[in-house]
């Protein structure tokens, strides 16, 4: 699977082929959904007064998760898109979850295609869009699946790109989850990292949108994004939020969007000064020999619990003792505290741990 995604990413396009984007972020703004031909046009006219939008986004066939809500406008949609590119700069997208959709936005000149996560889940319907591209030179943008599961985005990825498209780009949305919390949907962010580190070229955007789910998110999750190397956001925009007929809350109007980008704090990937360069270098020595330190440590551990695994079969002592297994995990949780540890990530480090020593045991 390596060699292929090695190979995947060699030939993915670079982003300036197919988006004029001298800054970052690259941004893709736009309503939710196409609600009428005014609502895209005043909301586009006031994205493009910013250089810093590239990309109009409007849903126009919306996958809601209940029927009797407003599932988009259909195919007038397109019109009012094509009157968006004839009037400002700005590139057009939308949501395809079908050949048909596929088919309709190419005939009407939609610039760039995105893939919604309730169609990234589905290798059919991925497939039979990634078939009606065959020979079509569009870029597309696909989202990750609602499951936190890096193989079906890949999987989405990669069935583009045997149909031949090469200006590709992922967008992180976040993930489902049944657990009650601030977000709408789980940012996950390990598995946008896995995604970059295993695709290294393929442009990566994050929607904070639809992770946050709620308008005071949009910025600290556009600024985490920005730390983390992501350089590209779709943050949904509406000239009247209040008003949306989907998605409300989450939404900004373009002025909010503008004052927002000139926020962001943009971080430099090339580092320049000399002196920053050494003092980074030798920081990242003393982690990685304290990184060292940590792998000979976990492998004299399991010497030892090697040892006691045997002595424990010799004496017809069970592998597991549950006290002994909770007072470790309290010491070394109150130990964490003491050190200014986070005591739940050093209880999930020795939860794997343990799990690694009773396995050696068996
Ligand atoms: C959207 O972008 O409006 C949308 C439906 O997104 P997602 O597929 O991420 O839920
Ligand atoms: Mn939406």
Redesign the pocket.
């Known amino acids: 699977m390596l060699e292929n995604l090695k190979k995947l990413s060699r030939s993915v396009s670079k982003i300036s082929t197919w988006l004029s984007c001298d800054k970052i972020p690259w941004v893709i703004a736009g309503p939710?959904?196409a609600e009428s031909e005014q609502q895209v046009i005043s909301t586009a006219r006031a994205l493009a007064r910013s250089a810093h939008v590239n990309v109009f986004?409007a849903?126009i066939w919306?996958?809601r998760t209940r029927p009797n809500t407003f599932e988009g406008v259909g195919k007038i949609g397109l019109e009012w898109l094509k009157a968006v590119r004839a009037e400002t700069a700005l590139l057009t997208t939308t949501?395809v979850a079908s050949a048909r959709h596929v088919e309709l936005c190419l005939d009407h000149d939609v610039d760039i295609l995105?893939?919604?996560?309730?169609?990234?889940v589905n290798p059919f319907l991925v497939q039979e869009i990634a078939d009606v591209l065959k020979g079509v030179d569009i870029p597309v943008l696909v989202?990750?699946p609602?499951n936190a599961e890096l193989g079906l985005w890949l999987g989405a990825i990669e069935r583009l790109h045997h149909a031949g498209i090469r200006k590709l780009a992922a967008?992180h949305?976040?993930f489902s989850t049944y657990v009650e919390m601030e977000y709408r949907?789980y940012p996950n962010w390990q598995i946008p990292i896995e995604l970059k580190r295993l695709v290294p070229s393929l442009p990566l955007i994050c929607?904070p949108?639809?992770i946050g789910g709620s308008r005071e998110f949009i910025e600290p999750i556009s600024q985490t994004a920005l730390d983390l190397g992501i350089e590209g956001l779709?943050i949904?925009t509406h000239i009247d939020p209040d008003r949306a007929l989907?998605?409300s809350r989450q939404q900004i109007t373009p002025d909010v969007l503008i004052e927002m980008l000139d926020r962001l704090r943009i971080r430099n990937a090339q580092i320049a000064d000399r002196h920053v360069k050494g003092q980074m270098a030798h920081l990242r020595a003393q982690i990685s020999h304290v990184d060292a330190q940590i792998i000979q440590d976990l492998a004299d551990r399991m010497k030892w619990v090697e040892q006691i695994g045997k002595l424990k079969q010799q004496h017809n002592i069970p592998v597991l003792q549950i006290d002994r297994w909770e007072n470790l995990l309290r010491d070394h949780m109150a130990k964490a505290c003491q050190l200014g540890l986070d005591s739940e990530f050093v209880k999930s480090v020795f939860e794997l741990i343990h799990a690694q020593a009773v396995k050696r045991q068996l």
């Open positions: 939710c959904s986004r849903g919306k996958p949501e995105w893939v919604g996560a309730r169609t990234t989202k990750n609602v967008i949305r976040g949907n929607d949108s639809h779709m949904e989907s998605d």
